[in-house]
């Protein structure tokens, strides 16, 4: 029996917290209106008639207004952390564009491990909200291959040019 191939990447992740002069509810109604929800029965849908790859990214463009998606979302950590005397909010999602993510994972299905991309929205105790997200790019990078990360590059452009839609600082890293 041959032995197990084990690989190891090392990288250097960035983590992006942006503190909002509004309110926690107010920058979660406004982050969630931005980024709707994942239609799961429409896209369903083309997968079950063997739609052409172009009816998947027209509905991308329908549904995604500002490209991303929200494909899942969880407020249920507050209730057991409230129990130990923890009265922070704060909301998890995982958002994403498989169209966009099919462009690293014909390259190594792996990148899934990033895609969708993690944020969170919590509220601090000045009452201000915070957006906390990883920069896709320093994790896209960590595969070596250059088309990945330039989805990543890409995807760092992307969630600029939904901050400035929600009229929030871009941290510069983002836009280099």
Known sequence: M???????????ARRLDIVVDRSF??????????????????????VARR?????????MRERAP????????????????NLAGDSAHCVEYLMGNHTIA???YRHDPAVMLYAPLR??????????????????????????????????AELDHEIATLLRHLGITVPPQLSD
């Open 25 to 46: 509810e107010d920058f979660r109604h406004q982050y969630e209106r931005a980024v709707p929800p994942y239609d799961a029965e429409a896209f369903e849908a083309l």
């Open 102 to 104: 099919e462009r690293m």
């Open 51 to 59: 739609a052409p790859w172009a009816d998947v990214l027209t509905l």
């Open 119 to 152: 944020t969170v929205v919590s509220g601090l105790a000045d009452g201000k909200a915070r957006f906390s997200i990883e920069q896709p790019s320093c994790a896209m990078g960590s595969f070596g291959v250059d088309a990945i990360y330039a989805v990543g």
């Open 2 to 12: 041959k032995p197990d191939v084990i690989t190891m990447r090392s990288y250097q």
């Open 66 to 81: 500002h490209n991303f998606l929200i494909y899942w979302s969880s407020e249920d950590l507050q209730p057991m952390m």
